[in-house]
């Protein structure tokens, strides 16, 4: 079955530094969609970011991610990281005409001053 | 403008005692609905979607039931909790056009002692 793999579970970086998430993917279907979605403490889960499209840069609130269906890649990526950047980064992957939603693990983003 | 409603807010539960969790959402007509459980520090868990009234189907068993008895309404419930049922559970929609992005719930708060 589908699988998504994020290998960090914590990351924990200076405020300033520049922040990657690692995103994986495994799928016998050639057009999934990736999801990045962003949970702080207490809250409920929300869309951060998303593609259908190979080698395209999607962005959004200074997050940004690209599709590379060569790689199985979705990797999250930020110039420079925020305190209030510090919460619950999920990937995760739907096929088209599909109606499951396959979650990475997570990873914890601790943002340090 | 759609709004999502979960019920309780959080529960405590003796194990082998029933549960009933609701979702309502509305502003939205005929949504894709979705059950998700996150176990504390744990992944997100699809455990149901249904797209009509009437129909739900099962991603992972869990001994638990789901079921749509009304346009705008998804029921998750058992007859027996167990100690793994703890946990935050959420309802999601989705929107069907091309937006394609699942709008979480509040939550609820499950502890099964």
């Known amino acids: 079955g589908d699988s998504v793999t994020q290998t960090e579970g914590l990351v924990t970086l200076t405020e300033g530094l520049p922040v990657m998430l690692n995103c994986t993917y495994q799928t016998i279907y050639s057009n999934p969609f990736l999801f990045w979605y962003v949970q702080h403490l207490n809250e409920s889960p929300r869309l951060l970011l998303k593609s259908f499209t190979d080698n395209k840069r999607t962005e959004h609130q200074g997050f940004h991610a690209t599709l590379h269906k060569s790689s199985s890649s979705f990797h999250l990526q930020k110039s420079s990281a925020q305190l209030s950047d510090s919460a619950l980064y999920y990937c995760a992957l739907r096929n088209t005409g599909n109606y499951k939603y396959v979650f990475g693990a997570g990873t914890r983003l601790k943002v340090i001053a | 403008a759609q709004t999502i409603h979960q019920w309780p807010v959080a529960e405590i539960k003796a194990v082998g005692s029933p549960l009933s969790l609701g979702c309502t959402i509305k502003?939205?007509?005929?949504?894709?609905l979705y059950w998700y459980w996150q176990a504390t520090g744990g992944t997100l868990q699809q455990l149901f979607y249904?797209?009509?009234?009437?129909?739900v189907e099962s991603v992972v068993q869990l001994n638990l039931s789901a079921s749509r008895p009304k346009d705008d309404q998804f029921i998750l419930s058992t007859e027996k909790l167990l100690l793994s049922h703890s946990g935050f559970y959420l309802c999601?929609?989705?929107?069907?056009?091309?937006?394609?992005?699942?709008?979480f719930g509040p939550g609820t708060r499950l502890l099964v002692l």
């Open positions: 249904s797209i009509t009234v009437g129909q």
């Open positions: 999601a929609w989705r929107r069907t056009d091309n937006q394609d992005t699942q709008y």
């Open positions: 502003g939205k007509s005929s949504p894709n």
